[in-house]
């Protein structure tokens, strides 16, 4: 039985926590697998209640921080080969950068015979300077040549990895979308809708937008507030919601209370929603207006709630909508754009409802987890495989 060791950068919400989750739970007992990872820095919400939910039990690795740190590091990658010697896994597959960086180094010292990285984003432009993109793109250079394989999570992440930003050869990268529980955003919707809608003293007619995510430099909510402005000057009317938390939110909760006093709108910080669910039933709209994402987690579930989205034409969200069908693409950074299509869906619930059904059928089948499970499973023993042929 081969074993899989999955490393993950730490536990905080995003795409890569529930990739991990459901890939240790659901992979076939044909798998034994141990997930380890870091905890959230300081301005990020927990996501161990998600393993909980799920009854997955990780190895925590405290000294694994986002930003590099020379003592903090070192300790981490000593506690990695540890486990690697105790655990002794057939393969070591790592998830986004830090993991990558550390978990690929102490699996090629401890001459695991499988190592397998997944990019779930990528720093290579919109996060940092030249230099220190450049030097972020050595690193992942060298780290893809002890890789045995690449994962993008989509199509367009493997063109910008392969040929864009020349990480690795294109024959190294196997393109395999993440992978949700997603049938919790279909159940008991219009219940769900109602509550959600209370609990916000929404009217029936009012139009709810909202936009989820950590509330950083990257996801460039200024380009949302500035969207929400440019609709208020023409006079549409709408509620505005900001789901998460995060360094900006000082700067966002006073650009919003400006926007506030000189227009007749409302604006609601949230902070984290756990039960994003619900939440997303009581939704009309939903936006993402990042600057540099992979696959935004929050698109998909929206999409399974049967909410139309807006997106900034980032990463791999042209792969994970329909255009026209079940929301819209625009230019990242173009705040003129963003607001066109998002007057037109508040005025038009025409529009709106047929996204809506469009949505759910879009995503059921490319993005539930069991075909997640199924696609690494496979990819998994082709690499098995390819390594034994090597190894003769």
Known sequence: MPKVLRIINRFNIGGPTYNATFLTKFISDDYETLLVGGLPEKDESDSLHILEEYGVKPLLIPEMKRIPNFRSDREAYRKIKQIIEEFQPDIVHTHAAK???????????????????????????????????????????????????????????????????????????????????????????????????????????????????????????????????????????????????????????????????????????????????????????????????????????????GVPVISTDVGGVKDILSEGETGFVVPKKNPEALSEKLQLLIENKEIRQKMSQNGWNFVRDQFHYTTLVKNMEDYYAELIEKTRKNAK
Request: glycine share 8%.
């Open 99 to 305: 993991a990558g960086a550390l978990g690929r180094k102490a699996a090629k010292a401890c001459g695991v015979p499988v190592i397998v990285h997944t990019f779930h984003g990528h720093v290579f432009h919109s996060y940092f300077g030249k230099a220190k993109t450049l030097l972020y793109k050595i690193i992942e250079r060298r780290l893809a040549k002890i890789s045995t394989g690449i994962i993008a999570i989509s199509p367009i992440q493997k063109e910008e990895l392969s040929s864009t930003h020349g990480i690795c050869p294109a024959h190294q990268i196997k393109v395999i979308p993440l992978g949700f529980d997603l049938l919790k955003f279909q159940d008991r919707l219009e219940e769900k809708r109602v509550e959600t809608r209370k609990k916000w003293k929404l009217n029936e007619d009012e139009v709810a937008v909202a936009i989820v995510g950590r509330l950083a430099p990257i996801k460039n909510h200024g380009l949302f507030l500035d969207a929400i402005e440019l609709v208020a000057k023409r006079g549409v009317k709408a509620r505005f919601f900001i789901v998460g938390d995060g360094q900006e939110r000082t700067t966002i909760e006073q650009r919003a209370k400006e926007l506030e006093s000189n227009y007749d709108l409302k604006i609601e910080l949230t902070s984290w929603i756990k039960d994003i669910a619900t939440f997303n039933a009581g939704m009309d709209i939903i936006c993402l207006s990042s600057d540099n994402e992979g696959t935004p987690v929050s698109l998909i579930e929206a999409q399974a709630s």
